[in-house]
């Protein structure tokens, strides 16, 4: 259920990696249910704005705020953070040596103390969710990318966190695997799950973004709902952006 209090801001944050300014002044805010899409060339800051946001990554000005609280602040657990902030990353990063289930109910066992019965049960409806109910008791070898960065999206799910980050999911996945991990995507979008998406795929976009954020050398250049972005009401940069990858 959508509220007009913003889930996540972020505002006016600074980021640099040595003499590199890697963030500038980036300012966005996530409403509840939203989904929003960043695109941009690589190097713009995309994926270290998302690490900023689950604290991989400490930032040098301004802040952030999840449900109201400040969680750059020093007192503020980064692990603890993460059971409301899950994050799928481009590798799948599966333990080799646990089958998809096992993936699955490893966290909900170790960090929420959730019993192995109840844990088992969640991740078998996981697996339906994420369209692939016959693999349970597969190992990560035996799947395709596809299958294993969704068993990977299922694993973040069984936190039951508050927002989901998705850090460029399908960019290593070969093309005939990217439809099946974006239909998740957009699965989870329309049942209002709350994410922010870096990714180039524009048809995921079209589906599922509530809003379109366009980034630049560090900076959000653009901001943009979904119909005006694809209408055309963008600037000439992020137009010339999305031409490139359309075509």
């Known amino acids: 259920m959508k509220?007009?209090?913003?889930?996540?801001?972020?505002?006016?944050?600074d980021k640099h990696f040595g003499n590199q300014?890697?963030?500038?002044?980036c300012t966005l805010s996530v409403k509840q249910g939203e989904t929003v899409v960043l695109i941009g060339?690589?190097?713009?800051?995309?994926?270290?704005?998302?690490?900023?946001?689950?604290?991989?990554?400490?930032?040098?000005g301004g802040s952030i705020f999840f449900r109201q609280s400040d969680i750059t602040q020093s007192n503020v657990e980064p692990h603890r953070l993460r059971q409301d902030i899950g994050m799928v990353f481009q590798n799948y990063?599966?333990?080799?040596?646990?089958?998809?289930?096992?993936?699955i109910m490893l966290a909900p066992m170790t960090v929420l103390g959730i019993n192995r019965a109840e844990?088992?049960?969640?991740?078998?409806?996981?697996?339906?969710?994420?369209?692939?109910?016959?693999?349970?008791?597969?190992?990560?070898?035996?799947?395709?990318?596809?299958?294993?960065?969704?068993?990977a999206i299922a694993r973040a799910l069984a936190m039951k966190p508050k927002l989901m980050l998705f850090d460029e999911p399908?960019?290593?996945?070969?093309?005939?695997?990217?439809?099946?991990?974006?239909d998740v995507m957009a699965d989870l979008s329309a049942e209002g799950m709350t994410s922010i998406v870096v990714t180039h795929e524009m048809g995921f976009a079209r589906r599922a973004?509530?809003?379109?954020?366009?980034?630049?050398?560090?900076?959000?250049?653009?901001?943009?709902?979904?119909?005006?972005?694809?209408?055309g009401s963008v600037s000439q940069r992020a137009q010339r952006f999305l031409d490139q990858i359309l075509h």
Request: negative net charge; proline residues 4%; glycine residues 6%.
């Open 209 to 231: 973004a509530n809003h379109i954020v366009f980034m630049e050398n560090g900076e959000i250049i653009e901001h943009a709902t979904r119909d005006e972005f694809f209408g």
């Open 119 to 151: 844990a088992e049960a969640q991740a078998l409806e996981l697996l339906s969710k994420v369209r692939i109910p016959d693999k349970a008791d597969s190992f990560p070898d035996e799947l395709s990318g596809g299958q294993q960065q969704r068993v």
């Open 3 to 13: 509220t007009d209090k913003p889930l996540l801001e972020i505002i006016g944050v």
């Open 21 to 25: 300014h890697v963030l500038k002044n």
């Open 41 to 60: 060339p690589s190097g713009s800051g995309k994926s270290t704005l998302l690490r900023c946001v689950n604290l991989l990554e400490s930032i040098e």
């Open 93 to 103: 990063e599966l333990f080799s040596h646990l089958t998809a289930a096992e993936n």
């Open 170 to 182: 399908t960019s290593a996945l070969d093309p005939e695997m990217i439809r099946e991990v974006v």
